[in-house]
């Protein structure tokens, strides 16, 4: 599906991701109309004043409300579902908000879209929702389980549903690089476990690869892209050379490693050059455009500790160096 004169509807579009997305989209897929639909009217003020093209609209609203995400998705061929509830902490703190906002708020999306006959929707995800141990790990399961059994109820219709999932990404607000940079002029990094290891992923690879899943889903999938790993440790060493390191310990609802694909959902997945996909068992799901893949070994698992690629100490370097730049101008 070419996205060339489609109308989008991103929730969550004043985050991280929705701001590189929008700068990519408009500047390379010539969209009709891409709607920006969050709940915070100071970030989408302040969107408005760093993106002023005419194909923007701006929607003040949240996914708990289904009735005003069915009037936002009025003529829309394309529904990128980014809002959430992320922090891990403030999860575990706030449980009701976070089935609020990432269950109750992904079945709204979902219903208003099949009311009003979109033709995609493609629901961003986690690691943390393999083998959930955290709360928001938990929601983003449910999430993801809804978004996939969703393509059952299209009946006649032609809306299609997939999600996406990956780790961390680099410079996201509250992920660990920008703490980092904030803790350099102490002197000071805390660090949870020397052992810890992460993937890695840019806003930029993300926005890329939600937009490829975009343009080949059939519906059902969750598309998982093949991304490095890094130690924790490493990346002290490439921030904070200087620093001293406080360990403070795991925090709750953390792991030491992270997992993309389970070996119980390795059974049913397949790899291709770039990707992974999980692929759903139910009678009906098509393999059409899967033939080229090909099926994972047993026991296999997607793990950042286990993980092939990995980012050197010179890697990370250049890519804090590139996020100094924007955080601190200097």
């Not at 990346?235 to 609802?253: N, Q, T």
């Amino acid at each position: 599906m070419h996205l060339r004169d489609k109308v989008i509807l991103l929730t969550g579009g004043t985050g991280s991701f929705g701001k590189k997305f929008t700068e990519i989209i408009l500047r390379e897929y010539e969209p009709r109309k891409l709607i920006i639909y969050s709940r915070d009217e100071l970030k989408q003020f302040e969107m408005q004043q760093q993106f002023t093209d005419e194909r923007i609209r701006f929607f003040i609203g949240d996914v708990r409300d289904r009735d005003r995400l069915l009037r936002a998705m009025n003529g829309v061929d394309i529904v990128v579902h980014a809002a959430a509830l992320k922090q891990v902490p403030s999860c575990e703190y706030n449980p009701i908000e976070a089935v609020k906002t990432n269950i109750h708020g992904a079945e709204n999306v979902i219903n208003a879209a099949l009311d009003a006959c979109v033709d995609k929707v493609i629901a961003l995800s986690t690691d943390k929702a393999v083998n959930p141990v955290n709360l928001y790990g938990a929601t983003k399961l449910v999430a993801e389980k809804l978004f996939v059994q969703a393509n059952s109820y299209r009946g006649d219709g032609v809306t299609q549903f997939s999600c996406v999932r990956y780790g961390n990404v680099v410079g996201s607000r509250g992920s660990v690089i920008p703490l980092f940079l904030s803790q350099l002029p102490t002197g000071r990094v805390t660090v949870t476990d020397t052992r810890m290891t992460r993937f890695w992923i840019t806003l930029e690879q993300g926005v890329r690869f939600v937009i490829s899943c975009i343009e080949n889903m059939q519906g059902g999938e969750i598309f998982i892209p093949k991304i490095p790993s890094m130690r924790i440790i490493d990346l002290v060493k490439s921030v904070a050379p200087e620093c001293d390191i406080e360990y403070i310990g795991m925090r709750p609802g953390e792991k030491l490693h992270e997992v993309l694909i389970s070996e119980d959902e390795a059974r049913h997945s397949m790899e291709f050059d770039d990707f992974f996909i999980v692929q759903p068992l139910h009678s009906w799901w098509q393999t059409k455009s899967q033939q080229k893949g090909k099926s994972l070994p047993d026991g296999f698992r997607y793990s950042s500790d286990a993980n092939p690629w990995w980012l050197s100490v010179e890697e990370l370097r250049t890519i804090v160096a590139e996020l100094r730049v924007e955080y601190t101008g200097k």
